[in-house]
């Protein structure tokens, strides 16, 4: 399995090469489901110092930082049990070339959000109401964790193929938490978003995506059988 210093060292190279990185610390922060003012207390900082670097007003953090800052997610996750850390490690084998951790697919024509709800039997969890106005081009499936591991800043704006009038159907997933954390910073928004599989979603999720105005659908239908279906159109 992938060591734990390997994804400590993917977190730091992700914060230190990205173009933002507070908000890249912000979104890591969000999913070890840890606030500000809990990581400011245990780096002994100010609570306005992690505010700061988030919302880019302070300097880019310089090495020390970015490395005292990974270790205490971890330090704290390991605190509440590692669950967390167990869900990173089970992304991929260490040594082993990964599949795609995503796939696009487009439609010959437009579907309403409405119809893509009912193809896919999802039940609506955020803004019903947008739904009704939303139309879409295509899909992109995504394994949640590996997204969240794997793909860089640079890489996200593949995640649209052709249009970003499309769905994002993450499967894999836990509580629903990482998927909208990672929307909440990314600069391109999709106009739906699916969670597979999951019987209840964890509520900044659902919040999120009300900030974001993004229609948040949940289903359990067969994975093989939704993409059949969607095939189709």
Avoid: C
Avoid at 56 to 84: C, H, K, Q, W, Y
Avoid at 178 to 206: E, F, N, Q
Avoid at 217 to 223: A, D
Wanted: a positive charge; proline letters at 5%.
């Amino acid at each position: 399995m992938i060591l734990v210093d390997e994804i400590k060292e993917r977190i730091a190279g992700e914060i230190a090469m990205s173009d933002s990185p507070g908000s890249t610390m912000k979104k890591w922060r969000e999913l070890f489901g840890i606030s500000q003012v809990e990581l400011a207390k245990h780096l002994k900082i100010a609570a306005s110092t992690i505010s700061d670097y988030e919302s880019n007003r302070r300097l880019s953090p310089g090495v020390g930082v970015i490395r005292r800052f990974v270790e205490t997610l971890f330090t704290m996750d390991a605190s509440t049990g590692g669950n967390v850390l167990q869900g990173l490690k089970s992304i991929a084998p260490t040594g082993q070339e990964p599949e795609p951790f995503y796939r696009i697919h487009n439609f010959t024509t437009s579907l309403s959000g409405v119809d893509f709800n009912r193809i896919i039997e999802g039940k609506v969890l955020a803004n019903p109401s947008y739904l009704d106005s939303v139309s879409i081009y295509g899909y992109t499936l995504l394994d949640s964790l590996r997204v969240i591991l794997e793909l860089s800043p640079q890489e996200y704006p593949k995640l649209f193929g052709q249009t970003t009038e499309r769905a994002f159907i993450f499967e894999k997933v836990s509580t629903g938490r990482s998927p909208m954390v990672v929307i909440r910073v990314a600069p391109i928004k999709p106009k739906i978003v699916v969670i597979h599989g999951v019987s209840t979603v964890d509520k900044l999720a659902i919040k999120l995506a009300q900030v974001e105005k993004i229609p948040l659908l949940s289903t359990k239908l067969n994975m093989t059988e939704m993409l059949n279906r969607l095939s189709k159109i």
